[in-house]
């Protein structure tokens, strides 16, 4: 199967990646023959499905407006927990299209209304690969790309990394988190983009991949408990995401939060994230803080 993706409009900003690590992660459990297994993931407002160009109303801190014009994410380093309490990795379906080397695309935007400048037709919203069989109880991912796959040529990339529009450039790698929305912030004219990914990237020039791992890797580590895969799903909640951010005001440059460590959009957007916006970090084990995900 093949796709021909959209030439989006890459963004200006600094980003790229390294591990977002628990203090204390609980053991591995060894690796065994899979069965397969389907993770199902939905993108809501509360409890309301959202859509390319829908407008949802009473979002954020001042119950501001938001129309969506894209709403797409990476995860990777898939496990899910064992009775037992060993996170059990998954490993990811190869399918040259959604997963590949263990990263995969969820994908909600459809390419119409706002969408149509930078997304595609097709939609993604699963996870799939193979596990040793058995009862699990919890689901935990990366919410990003590794460092290892982060600082890549776009254009050369297989998929999914291979999106224009969820791609800076070499040295700052790949948006893990993209999410535009139009709102009614003056100052911005109404733009209010949420683009999460690496900061503090070193490197020669932007087309260059840095040597080393950024110094903000901006990879939440996500921990979700009560998750069956065959009876659950896990829900991206934009407003549980953006419940203490003010989507009414915005620094005019850039519009919304682009991950810099001193832009005053992203400082109540952060911890949401369960990330640490000074470290770039996990500010508890297992990014604790973090309110964009739930189990349903």
């Avoid at 110094?215 to 896990?234: K, M, T």
């Avoid at 440059?253 to 682009?258: F, I, Q």
Wanted: hydrophobic share 45%; aromatic share 8%.
């Amino acid at each position: 199967m093949t796709r021909a993706w959209a030439l989006g409009v890459c963004s200006f900003a600094m980003l790229a990646a390294a591990a977002c690590r628990p203090v204390q992660a609980p053991a591995a459990a060894p690796a065994a023959a899979g069965e397969p297994v389907v993770i199902t993931f939905a993108m809501k407002a509360g409890e309301q499905d959202i859509a390319c160009g829908q407008t949802v109303e009473g979002l954020g801190s001042a119950g501001s407006p938001a129309t969506f014009n894209d709403m797409r994410f990476y995860v990777s380093n898939v496990r899910l927990v064992n009775g037992a309490g060993e996170e059990v990795p998954v490993t990811l379906d190869d399918d040259g299209l959604w997963q590949g080397k263990g990263v995969a695309l969820l994908d909600f935007e459809d390419g119409s209304a706002g969408c149509a400048d930078s997304g595609t037709s097709e939609m993604n919203d699963k996870v799939t690969g193979t596990i040793p069989g058995g009862e699990y109880s919890g689901v935990r991912f990366d919410l990003g790309v590794p460092f290892a796959l982060n600082h890549q040529d776009v254009t050369a990339a297989a998929s999914p990394l291979n999106i224009p529009a969820m791609w800076w450039n070499w040295q700052y790698g790949y948006k893990f988190v993209r999410i535009d929305m139009k709102t009614d912030a003056a100052a911005t004219d109404g733009a209010w983009f949420i683009h999460l990914g690496s900061t503090d990237c070193t490197a020669a020039d932007p087309a260059a991949a840095p040597e080393t791992p950024c110094g903000r890797p901006n990879i939440a580590d996500i921990w979700l408990d009560g998750f069956d895969p065959a009876a659950n799903v896990v829900v991206a909640d934009v407003a549980s995401l953006l419940a203490g951010v003010n989507l009414s005001e915005s620094a005019p440059e850039p519009p919304g939060c682009m991950s810099g460590p001193d832009d005053p959009d992203c400082l109540a957007l952060f911890p949401a994230f369960g990330l640490d916006v000074a470290t770039g970090r996990c500010s508890e084990a297992g990014c604790a803080t973090q309110t964009f995900f739930r189990v349903k």
